[in-house]
């Protein structure tokens, strides 16, 4: 009885540092993209990226 205890903490513990894990490289790779983009020399890349900081509600200047 114990031993199902332990298995299913052990399970549930695992199941939550995946999904951890999945969320963190999620906003890393978002983060990436976002800074990446937000510095482009490219300028409607660059104005895009501008545009979507209003959007949420950012400052960049």
């Known amino acids: 009885m114990a031993q199902t205890r332990v298995a299913d903490y052990t399970a549930a513990v695992q199941a939550r540092a995946a999904q951890v894990l999945q969320a963190s490289l999620a906003a890393l790779l ?3 993209l976002f800074i990446g ?25």
């Open 30 to 32: 978002g983060m990436g």
């Open 37 to 61: 983009v937000a510095f482009s020399h490219s300028t409607t890349i660059h104005n895009a990226a501008h545009d979507a900081r209003h959007g949420v509600a950012a400052p960049c200047h």
